[in-house]
Structures are given as C-alpha cells and as structure tokens.
C-alpha cells in the first residue's frame, strides 16, 4: 500500500460527459501527479501541482483539468467525453516538487462508451 | 515520440535464473532513472533507480546498470522469483540535480513471467 487512495476505482460512461477522478496524496506529501495509460501504452504525464500550484504541465487536453485543495487532495475533471478517453487514470504523490520517487495510487479506470 | 523505448514487451525467465530487463532513452538531458514494477490492479511501485553520475546501483536482488554512452539502462534480477513475475515500467527525469524536474517519461513497460 503506498498511502496515495484514488477513487473510484472504475467509472463507466457515455461520450460527451463529464467526471471528476479524486486523489489523496500520501500524508506529508505536497505534489500530486496525474498520469493516464492507455492500452499498451506506457503512463503519459498530465500535470503536476505542488502545495495547490499547478507545476508541470504534460500532454494534458484542454477538455482536462486539474485542482489540488487546501487540504492537498487532487481532483482531475474530464469533460466532454470520447471513446479514446477510456483509459487508467494514475495519481502520484511525492514530498516536494522534484518529481524524485513517486508513489502510485492503484488507478481509476475509466471506460467511456 | 518515445523518448523512453521498451523494446521487448514481454520476457520469460525460468525460477533461479537472472531476468534482464532492457530500456533506451533518446533524451540526453535525462540525469535520473528509475524502474517501476505493477501488478495487475495495482499502481506502480518505485523499484530502484540510479542517477547520471553512476553507472550501477545494487540493492539485494536488484541490480540497475546505466550506459550512458549508449543512452542504454538495464535491470538485473538475480535470482529471479515467482513474486517477481509483473510489468516492470522504465522511468527517467530531467533536471533533477536541479531540483527543477518534477515529470517522469515512461516507457510501455516489458511484462516479466518467472516460471517454476
């Protein structure tokens, strides 16, 4: 168990909605990561906050985005759904902004239909 | 384009022997790198990782060998396990000597099969 929770844990639906995807970093951990992987593909960045700043930005959509909370949990919102969306879905944590040994929650995995 | 490359996808080593696990990167910035092993369901857990100042770095089983030169990492696993049988994703960072890096660029990973 690495201490980071997502939730859901799957999520199914239609094209053309919207979810939000939630993350809980580990305790003391002030960066958050999202990272999403498609079939037979390796995890691709998405963004990256630090103590509720964005940070780092990736191949993120701009039908994507992200916001950490006071309370430093993560919430990635997906919007305007379509089929290649259907992915995992990763959240990262790690203790400062250096990206040095992130710790993975166990995904969310999204099926759009 | 893949700047962290996994050319084999798969690899299936007998209990006892050593596994190794291959991966290429094209970025000459990267100075950090790491492996990451998932099970089914499961996100990735660090593994080992080594910076652009060495060239090895063992810890008990693991064993991760960096070729600069040929922009070429390699993990060892001696003896390889059951346990060990999983995805094992190659990861690297840029600027982490920095302390400005903060992404990971992974590769698409090599599942490994250790059978008895």
């Known amino acids: 168990d690495s201490g980071v929770t997502q939730t859901p844990k799957h999520l199914i639906t239609a094209t053309g909605q919207r979810v939000t995807l939630r993350c809980s970093p580990r305790s003391g951990d002030l960066s958050v990561y999202w990272y999403q992987q498609s079939l037979d593909q390796g995890l691709q960045f998405l963004i990256q906050?630090?103590?509720?700043?964005?940070?780092a930005k990736g191949n993120i959509l701009e039908r994507f985005s992200a916001q950490q909370f006071p309370d430093l949990h993560s919430e990635l919102n997906l919007s305007s759904l379509e089929l290649g969306d259907s992915a995992l879905y990763f959240c990262a944590s790690s203790v400062d902004s250096s990206g040095y040994e992130q710790y993975f929650g166990p995904g969310t995995r999204l099926t759009v239909t | 384009d893949q700047q962290v490359k996994q050319n084999s996808p798969s690899l299936s080593v007998q209990e006892g022997r050593i596994s190794i696990l291959n991966c290429d990167y094209t970025?000459?910035?990267?100075?950090?790198f790491l492996w990451y092993k998932k099970y089914p369901a499961e996100g990735p857990t660090f593994l080992i990782s080594?910076?652009?100042?060495?060239d090895k770095n063992e810890d008990g089983r693991f064993t991760v060998f960096l070729n600069k030169s040929a922009k070429h990492l390699s993990l060892h696993i001696v003896p390889s396990q059951p346990g060990d049988s999983a995805v094992y994703f190659c990861a690297a960072s840029a600027d982490v000597s920095t302390g400005t890096a903060s992404k990971l660029t992974f590769g698409t990973g090599t599942r490994l099969q250790v059978t008895l």
């Open positions: 970025n000459s910035m990267f100075d950090y």
């Open positions: 906050y630090y103590n509720g700043e964005e940070r």
């Open positions: 080594i910076s652009s100042i060495k």
